[in-house]
């Protein structure tokens, strides 16, 4: 016998004694681990209790037919890539035989048996079925593969990125697993998946650099695969909920980068092919990390610079008070181009809130020379129409591939009267006596010609409230927006004497956002003279400005 002879656990089923006796004592010499059953009763009992990779199957038992227990081995999952071979001493004509073979047995010997045919029989079957699985378990792990291949790439977070890995390397290989990355927060993640969920455990911020010198990736790049003894592994992580010797690969895909390190417990990649695949899953991770990690660097880098051009303090003005808001979608999501601005000139405050079209660099940059051009408009004293109109020139001789839109109000602080000019924008929202109301849809988004602007004036009374969103705060894929408008009407009726809280109230009615969100809450004293909330005047003008009457 040589090494490259298949052995394995073999479960000889047959009501006599002797015989199995005499098969079991052939199976023992040729290097075989052998149980034994008495019936196809005790067949089923020993496949519960043992890992058996050959089934030797008398076709007479006496509680059921050979060859029924033959299909039904072959029939459940747990069993059907068992290898079967038939013996019998009675059923021995060729129509015997090819009804067993035909019913799933792999082999059909009949007495008398030689020993040496029988033993090469076995093994002949063993090889077989030993490549069979290797190919199902191999065709297994490149599927698991691909699926974790396609769920590292989606991750949109660092955390997200961990727990998808540290899943993937389980359903891979079937072993737990730990994945160690190292985000530019400074935060070492290490998520282990034990066949449960993914869960984090704490990590020292050395383990990372630790783990790649470990793997002799200590100042280069690449991927490097390593062993690591059970108690070297225990040394660096005492708290480890592996067993047994783990198998490292580390991966760097730039130098000044941490390596990040996927772990999983030896046994569960014991051939060269799936150490293949570890290193494979390995620079996966390696590579979705650095990608991860340029993406939220120049966002991060695009958001300072959106947060840079938003106002940083609005003016003091007695018997008034201010709120507002800029909430960017979320940490991965792209800068658009949503602004707000407040004014103090010498006659009155200038309020502005616009939104560029779309998600990007351009969006804010764009957004950018709206909002310097509007204030050096408004530094020239112009009034909301013409500064609309002036706007409306900078998008269609600079952007005329950008649209934008912006509401512009002019507000006396001394009498509270209001005039609103509308490009595109979503209505404000006035709130007074218990009572809110939207005030009127205007105009075309500013970058269209267009030939006449629809004013609105009223006036804020003493303890009004005038509240100007982004349509980011209420837009949503599966709700109308009207519904949503009406929602916001409905929660912004109750003002807070607290106007900040009352603008976290309102951000947090809706949630997560997919867009970002701008809001500006602006508020007369109750103590402040004199007013009523009033329907608003409609005054046309004959400017050719970016917004048309409707």
């Known amino acids: 016998m040589t090494d490259s002879i298949p052995t394995g656990t073999a479960l000889v089923v047959d009501d006599n004694e002797t015989k199995r006796y005499i098969i079991g004592s052939w199976l023992r010499r040729a290097g075989h681990t052998v149980v034994e059953a008495a019936s196809a009763a005790q067949c089923w009992e020993r496949l519960a209790e043992h890992q058996v990779d050959l089934v030797v199957l008398d076709v007479r038992l006496p509680d059921a037919n050979g060859m029924e227990v033959c299909e ?44 040496g045919e029988f033993i090469a029989t076995a093994e002949a079957v063993l090889r077989y079925y030993q490549a069979r699985r290797r190919a199902e378990r191999i065709a297994e792990r490149l599927a698991a593969f691909t699926r974790t291949s396609l769920a590292i790439n989606a991750a949109q977070t660092f955390d997200g990125l961990a727990a998808v890995a540290a899943r ?40 990372p650099a630790r783990l790649a010198e470990l793997a002799g990736l200590a100042d280069d790049t690449g991927t490097r695969i390593v062993s690591v003894p059970e108690a070297r592994w225990r040394e660096m ?82 018997g008034w008070a201010f709120s507002v808001r800029y909430e960017p979608a979320s940490d991965q999501a792209e800068v658009g181009g949503d602004f707000y601005d407040v004014i103090h000139r010498d006659g009155d405050v200038l309020v502005a809130i616009g939104d560029v079209q779309g998600h990007s660099l351009h969006a804010a940059t764009v957004m950018a020379e709206l909002r310097h051009a509007m204030r050096a408009f408004a530094a020239e004293g112009h009034d909301i129409a013409a500064i609309l109109r002036l706007l409306n020139t900078v998008m269609q001789r600079y952007h005329d591939d950008q649209t934008a839109t912006v509401c512009l109000m002019s507000l006396d602080p001394r009498t509270g009267r209001l005039q609103v000019a509308n490009a595109g924008h979503l209505p404000p929202l006035h709130i007074a006596g218990g009572r809110a109301e939207y005030g009127s849809r205007g105009g075309l988004l500013l970058g269209f010609p267009a030939e006449r ?57 809706f949630g997560h956002r997919e867009d970002d969100v701008a809001l500006i809450v602006l508020r007369r004293a109750p103590d402040s003279g004199e007013g009523v909330l009033v329907d608003a005047a409609v005054l046309d003008d004959d400017l050719q400005v970016g917004g048309v009457g409707q």
């Not at 072993?175 to 282990?192: E, L």
């Not at 130098?255 to 030896?266: H, K, L, N, Q, S």
């Open 72 to 115: 039904q081995i072959k029939a459940a999952p747990a069993t059907a890539s068992l290898p079967v071979i038939h013996i019998s001493a009675t059923a021995v004509d060729t129509t015997d035989r090819t009804r067993g073979l035909r019913r799933g047995a792999d082999a059909y010997m009949t007495d008398p048996i030689d020993p």
């Open 237 to 318: 992580l005492p708290d480890s909920a592996s067993h047994g010797d783990i198998l490292l690969v580390t991966s760097r895909v730039k130098r000044d980068r941490p390596a990040i390190g996927v772990a999983i417990e030896a046994r569960g990649a014991a051939d060269e092919d799936s150490a293949h695949l570890l290193r494979q899953l390995g620079q996966s991770v390696a590579l979705a990390m650095e990608a991860l990690r340029s993406y939220t660097e120049e966002h991060l880098i695009s958001l300072t610079l959106q947060r840079s051009l938003l106002p940083a303090v609005h003016p003091a003005m007695p």
């Open 168 to 207: 993937g390397a389980f359903d891979i290989f079937g072993v737990p697993a730990a994945v160690f990355v190292h985000p530019p927060d400074g935060q070492v993640r290490r998520t282990v998946h034990l066949g449960g969920d993914a869960w984090n455990r704490p990590c020292a911020t050395d383990v």
């Open 453 to 509: 602007l629809r004013l609105e004036e009223t006036t804020v009374p003493p303890g009004g409230t005038v509240v100007l969103i982004t349509d980011g705060l209420i837009e949503d894929r599966s709700v109308p927006l009207a519904a949503n408008l009406e929602r916001l009407r409905t929660i912004a009726t109750d003002v807070d004497d607290d106007l900040e809280a009352y603008s976290d109230r309102i951000i947090a009615e």
